[in-house]
């Protein structure tokens, strides 16, 4: 039993025939709704004018930094750390004082035991915590995120 095939001069594809040796082959454009219109992709690389030609991945003031940030975020801190709260001292005195202590012996370094290291931790870890909040808080407001 001999199979049939179909000539080679032909092909059929997407319900059409279209002759390989004569005619050079038409470019179709297929449309659809769930199919976007064809847009060039545009390279970030070589948009002119992009960050003075340059390409950056942030824009270019990312940090955004503000003096009142910085201003209100260390009253915002020293404040409430001043509270005496810990038997009777607060968290700015304890430290401070520990900077006093650890001075008196200068030349050497503080041991690693001492509280000079705890309360360097504690006070600065806050005033990190409050300034991160700050420039959120601050810049959420002005760029109405909030």
């Not at 199979?3 to 319900?15: Q, R």
């Not at 409430?80 to 370094?109: N, W, Y």
Request: proline letters at 6%.
């Amino acid at each position: 039993m001999a199979a049939t095939f179909p000539s080679p001069s032909t092909v059929v594809g997407l319900g059409s025939t279209t002759s390989l040796s004569s005619t050079p082959a038409k470019k179709t454009c297929l449309s659809s709704g769930f199919l976007k219109s064809r847009v060039t992709a545009r390279n970030p690389l070589r948009l002119a004018g992009a960050s003075g030609g340059k390409f950056t991945c942030f824009e270019r003031n990312w940090l955004r930094r503000d003096f009142n940030v910085i201003g209100f975020g260390l009253i915002g801190w020293i404040a409430p750390s001043s509270i005496p709260a810990i038997d009777g001292k607060s968290l700015t005195g304890l430290f401070f004082e520990s900077i006093g202590t650890e001075l008196a012996h200068f030349p050497t370094p503080p041991e690693l035991t001492s509280q000079f290291w705890l309360w360097l931790v504690l006070w600065h870890l806050g005033l990190f915590i409050t300034l991160t909040f700050g420039q959120i808080g601050f810049k959420g407001r002005t760029d109405d995120y909030f």
